[in-house]
Each structure stands twice: as C-alpha cells, then as structure tokens.
C-alpha cells in the first residue's frame, strides 16, 4: 500500500495495558500524574507513528484534567486515536480508564488530546495521509479536533508575537 493512502482511525488505534505497582505511586497509594502523562504521550506517539509509518514528534499537549485516581493494584489502560490529520500534523485523542480486577469497577481517569508531527529522514516535516473518516462519530470528532487545532494555532501566534 503507497503510504500516501488515506487510513482509518481503526488502522492506527494503540491500546496500552499496565498494572499499576507501588513504584508508580505516591505516598496515599495514587498514580503519579507525570507518570500517566507520560503512558499518554506514548500511546499517542505510536498512533500518530502507526498512522504516518514515520518518526513523530510531540508538538503541543492540551491542558489535563484528573477526574479520578489511578490507584495501586489497578489495571490501567491507554487507548490512542488519531481524530484529525493536517498536512505533516496529526491529533490523537487519548481516554484512560482504571479497573479494579476484583470488582470489575472501570473508572474514567482523563481525555487528552496530543498533537504530533511527522519527520521525515532529515527531521523536518513531512506530509502524512488522510484520515478515512466511515462513522458520523468519527467525523464529528475531525470537526471538533480541527476546531481545537485552530485554537492552538491561534494560542501559537499569540505567543510569539
Ligand atoms: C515539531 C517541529 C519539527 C515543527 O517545526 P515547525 O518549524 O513548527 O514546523 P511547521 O511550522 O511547519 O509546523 C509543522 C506542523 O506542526 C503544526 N504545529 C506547529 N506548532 C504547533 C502547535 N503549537 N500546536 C499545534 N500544531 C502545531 C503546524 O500547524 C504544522 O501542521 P500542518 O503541516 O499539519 O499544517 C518543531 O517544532 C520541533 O522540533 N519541536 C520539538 C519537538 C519535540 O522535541 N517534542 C518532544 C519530544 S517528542
């Protein structure tokens, strides 16, 4: 397949599993926030990899909100898919959830948002291929992902004025 080819969000889609243990943990028994950052970054990572079949880049991160805890003996879960591809960017959307294996409870930790760029051999940016969009879901998530990527875009230009 030319790499050109447009892919499906399903084509690309990451899935990160970990048991979460004490070394990961502070004092109260919860998950770093850094820690599940960084699980996040990863899995967008290689979603956006996977959807460019080339080294990528973070670019920029949305602001992330905890709305519960990742707690020790937990089964966390990363799951990354690309919504929205530009020319050389994309943005993965990135849901965590935390189960308890003995309840079977799953909670909701957070929804991220990461953007990353496609490099190519020379580390510059290269084109990477659109983004086949088949469910009203779906394209209503490139809509709101293009509407996000606007406003970091715009916040970009702010900054370095
Ligand atoms: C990523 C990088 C190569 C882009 O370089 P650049 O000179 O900004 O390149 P461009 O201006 O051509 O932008 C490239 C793409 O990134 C997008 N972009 C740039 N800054 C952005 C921002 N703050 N938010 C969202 N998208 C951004 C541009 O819109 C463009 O997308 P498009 O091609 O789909 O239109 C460069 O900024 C870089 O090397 N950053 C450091 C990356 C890094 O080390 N990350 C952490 C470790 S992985």
Not at 131 to 154: T, Y
Request: with cysteine; hydrophobic share 40%.
């Amino acid at each position: 397949m030319s790499s050109m080819e447009g892919k499906r969000p399903s084509e690309s889609q990451i899935t990160l599993t970990q048991l979460m243990g004490p070394t990961d943990a502070n004092t109260l028994g919860n998950v770093h926030g850094g820690f599940i950052m960084k699980l996040c970054d990863e899995a967008g990572g290689m979603a956006a990899t996977k959807h460019a079949r080339r080294p990528a880049v973070t670019v920029a991160v949305d602001s992330m909100a905890f709305h519960s805890p990742v707690s020790i003996g937990n089964l966390m879960t990363v799951r990354a898919d690309v919504t929205w591809v530009g020319r050389t960017s994309m943005e993965t959307r990135v849901v965590v959830t935390a189960e308890n294996v003995i309840t079977g409870d799953v909670t909701h930790t957070n929804t991220a948002y990461f953007v990353y760029v496609a490099l190519d051999a020379d580390g510059r940016p290269v084109s990477v291929p659109p983004l086949i969009l088949e469910s009203e879901e779906e394209k209503a998530r490139f809509e709101r992902a293009a509407n996000r990527q606007a406003v970091r875009l715009q916040r970009r230009h702010q900054e370095e004025l």
